[in-house]
């Protein structure tokens, strides 16, 4: 017996062995990897978040940081590329149909978080909401919005199933931007919407995107679990945590802590000196957050004037304020190279931009230009015409847009004052100048210094400003721009339009209805441990692909 | 004693209806939440329009006697901004948050600078004395924002997650914002105590005190500091009055979602029903603080007749 034990010993070790060897070899073969680096595909990544959402229902608004909680959960139908260019979401095709249809053809087998089919009638519903059409037919309430598309898409007439994934969108004239308007408007279920309501979009969202919400604690956090039916590239970890944290120093503290894994909104000076720390990735990425300085070059009949047409009616003193502004130097000082200079009125990632002759720093030229509007120097080194000094009250949102936007608008002051405009600048929080620009109240002699974004790719999101009187509409179109603007809203073929678009992208350059400042650069801090995340040139975070390192 | 009670009551239901009139009428004269609402690039039909979803075109009267006829029901309408009602709003941040922070804060202010105050007087112009200075000093003139940060560095970063930077829910969380709240009031405490025991020190009851033999404790503690802690008493009602309603720059350091941060977001955003919910839980908060505070009087020095 004792013989035998001997001689089974090796065999028996060598079984055992063998075995641990392929349950190594097993274990190493299944453990999930990226570009050859091991992957926790059960990891949660937490997001340090400057705010919290108001809203979860896109129909709300999507404004600011909004959009980043919401698309986490809802999509719309057509997707965006990191470098900011259309591409299929929910829809896989769009196109015009003649020159009066657009028809979008939607994604098959597409299924929101509680297992609702994403189809045709899904569409119609959403256009009923945003048109607020069938509401009472729907059993739907009516909720405030940002955009109220009846108003600002007037030409759309009707919306009509092809079949269960084609719709087709009617409209009275040519409306080249549609695809842009519509395409980009997160999708809710129809049935989970009518047999819960409105309010259960905002509490307890479903829709068809990567991430499920799971919780919500306002003003806290929102935690996310991934979307395990997702029809695309899904994120390549199992949770997520979008955790508010107000101040960035301490969101900064929180990732060199190990606390969180990702910053969003790092400031221009504290992203030079993370760049510097091992174990921390910085990205960043162009947006389309536009800062300008807004004149009053509104006609006496158009604001609450006094009897006077705005001060800054004239293109040229306009242009000249333009030149005045040395925005290399506010963007490397202030900005430490975190934003971007733009001559065109248009966002340089929106589809249809065109690169316009950026305005040179020339404060000479500028006195030059004002001259040959009238405004001489009346001798204490303020510019005169008829008597009347060349004044801007400029109103200014203190605390609204960051640190760097508060301490350059002091400096666009002493620009303007070198070159013989006398500024009054006036604080104001960010309400009451809302409440200025909505009344119409400005003075004759006002400005503004404002930022504007937006959540759609096209063009005409940004040109569309000045054709309409609204709050940051103060200086409208003359007649023949406005008819220029409305002949790139007619044509819907992509060459012909691209090419009006720069053309008309160049005569607003020259008649500057703003002083062009800046545009965003957003900047996002990281560990290294987080994976393949790439910034958009929205305003929301994509999570897609990204998977964080074991 | 009752009589007392009661009219207090009937005061300080007259003094929430004056604290939430005055409130309804001075937010409405800040302007329009609608625009807040609304794309920059709405027209003035679109604006009009969401006033109207919010009720806000209404004539200003009917407003108001709505307002007093849903007050009693706690409903305060639903929040602009969260779309829920507003009450609930304001008291989510409140408990536990809001609560829990001010409650430790105010027991850390009071308990330490008792000790402190005394240590200081009994020991004036000593080595003790002039260190518990120097820390007052240092604590009340150190801003709120730059203590909670350091700390932050100190017990997140450098010692390794020793202490969590943000969030609240555990005890954990609650260690570095209640010790920044407490800083200031702490060292303000421990000045008043010192300033109030040198005061009573000196007086007769005191020296007789101790010529009877009384034990130095008993004197500090029995007979001095009972009339000394008057203004102390009437301090801290005061600061956890201000504590209760949120501690803005501590919530926004740490991250804590307490009321101060909500109320502060509320006001820029004209969200009407959300700041009126607010001030009516602050008047109830500081209404309560001073009603305690003059129990306590009572208790701490029986010459005060509650009557």
Not at chain 2, 266 to 293: S, Y
Request: glycine letters at 8%; one cysteine or more.
């Amino acid at each position: 017996m004792a013989r035998a034990r001997v001689r089974w010993m090796p065999v028996w070790w060598g079984l055992t062995l063998g075995l641990l060897t392929l349950g190594a070899s097993t274990a190493l073969a299944q453990a999930p990897t990226l570009d050859g680096v091991a992957i926790d595909p059960d990891a949660e990544l937490v997001v340090a978040m400057p705010d919290d959402t108001n809203n979860m229902d896109p129909r709300i608004g999507m404004g600011s940081i909004r959009s980043s909680y919401i698309r986490q959960v809802y999509e719309s139908m057509i997707d965006v590329d990191p470098q900011g260019k259309p591409v299929p979401g929910l829809a896989v095709a769009w196109k015009p149909v003649g020159d009066l249809v657009w028809e979008f053809s939607l994604r098959r087998g597409v299924t929101f978080h509680d297992g609702e089919a994403f189809t045709a009638d899904t569409v119609l519903f959403n256009l009923d909401r945003m048109f607020r059409k069938n509401l009472d037919r729907w059993g739907i309430k009516d909720v405030t919005a940002a955009t109220a598309f009846e108003k600002t898409l007037p030409v759309v007439t009707r919306w009509e199933k092809v079949n269960d994934t084609t719709v087709r969108i009617h409209t009275s004239e040519p409306v080249s931007n549609l695809w842009d308007a519509i395409g980009r408007e997160p999708m809710v279920p129809k049935d989970y919407t009518i047999k819960n309501g409105v309010d259960a979009l905002n509490d307890r969202p479903v829709g068809t995107g990567p991430w499920k919400m799971t919780a919500w604690k306002r003003g806290d956090s929102m935690r996310f679990e991934r979307n395990e039916m997702y029809w695309g590239n899904p994120p390549l970890f199992k949770k997520m945590r979008f955790q508010v944290i107000p101040e960035a120093g301490a969101r900064l503290a929180a990732l060199r802590a190990g606390q969180v894994g990702l910053v969003d909104a790092v400031p221009p000076l504290d992203a030079q000196v993370l760049s510097r720390e091992s174990g921390i990735k910085v990205v960043s990425s162009v947006q389309k957050l536009y800062c300008r300085v807004y004149l009053n070059a509104r006609p006496k009949d158009a604001f609450d004037s006094g009897g006077k047409d705005g001060l800054f009616l004239d293109p040229r003193v306009r242009l000249a304020l333009n030149l005045a502004i040395n925005k290399d130097g506010i963007i490397q000082k202030i900005f430490h190279g975190y934003a971007i200079g733009n001559a065109s009125p248009v966002s340089t990632v929106s589809y249809g931009y065109a690169p316009q002759e950026p305005y040179a720093y020339d404060p000479k030229r500028a006195r030059t230009i004002l001259a040959e509007a009238g405004w001489k120097d009346g001798g204490d080194g303020v510019l005169k015409k008829d008597g009347e000094p060349l004044t801007l009250q400029l109103l200014f949102p203190a605390k609204h847009y960051g640190q760097a936007f508060d301490e350059m608008t002091p400096a666009v002051v002493e620009m303007l004052k070198a070159v013989g405009v006398q500024v009054v600048l006036k604080p104001v929080d960010f309400g009451s100048l809302l409440q200025t620009v909505t009344k119409g109240t400005l003075p004759y002699n006002g400005g503004y210094v404002a930022c504007r974004t937006s959540n759609n790719l096209d063009a005409d999101d940004f040109l569309r400003d000045w054709s309409a009187l609204t709050m940051v509409n103060w200086a409208p179109y003359s007649p023949d721009l406005l008819e220029a603007y409305r002949a790139t809203r007619r044509e819907v073929d992509p060459g012909k339009r691209l090419k009006l678009l720069a053309d008309f992208q160049h005569r607003v350059r020259d008649w500057a209805p703003v002083v062009s400042l800046y545009q965003e650069v957003k900047v996002y801090a990281m560990s290294v441990r987080v994976l393949r995340f790439q910034p958009l040139t929205e305003l929301h975070m994509d999570f897609r692909g990204v998977a964080i390192k074991k | 004693m009752r009589r007392f009670l009661l009219r207090r009551l009937v005061h300080s239901i007259f003094v929430v209806w004056g604290v939430v009139t005055a409130v309804f009428f001075l937010v409405r004269l800040t302007g329009d939440p609608a625009v807040f609402l609304v794309d920059q690039t709405a027209t003035r039909e679109e604006i009009a329009h969401t006033r109207h979803l919010l009720g806000l075109d209404r004539p200003l009267s009917t407003q108001y006697l709505e307002f007093l006829a849903a007050v009693p029901r706690g409903d305060f309408g639903r929040s602009i901004r969260e779309r829920r009602p507003a009450l609930s709003v304001v008291l989510e941040h409140f408990w536990p948050a809001t609560v829990e922070l001010a409650l430790v804060a105010a027991v850390l202010a009071t308990v330490l600078a008792v000790p402190l105050g005394i240590v200081s007087a009994t020991h004036k112009d000593h080595a003790a004395d002039h260190l518990s200075r120097l820390a007052s000093l240092f604590l009340q003139s150190m801003p709120s924002f730059w203590l909670g940060l350091l700390l932050i560095l100190l017990f997140a970063v450098e010692l390794q997650g020793a202490l969590p930077a943000y969030g609240a829910g555990t005890w954990r969380h609650l260690v570095l914002p209640a010790i920044t709240l407490a800083a200031a009031p702490l060292a303000q405490n421990a000045r008043l105590v010192r300033a109030s025991m040198l005061e009573v020190l000196h007086n007769d009851y005191v020296r007789t005190a101790r010529a009877k033999g009384v034990p130095e404790g008993l004197v500090l503690y029995r007979h001095a500091l009972r009339n000394a802690a008057i203004p102390f008493i009437t301090l801290s009602g005061l600061s956890l009055g201000f504590m209760l309603s949120g501690a803005i720059v501590i919530e926004t350091v740490f991250s804590w979602p307490g009321l101060g941060r909500l109320i502060v977001q509320a006001v820029p955003a004209r969200d009407f029903p959300v700041i009126q919910a607010g001030v009516f839980v602050f008047a109830l908060v500081f209404i309560a603080v001073n009603l305690t505070v003059d129990l306590l009087y009572a208790v701490v020095d029986p010459r005060i007749r509650l009557s």
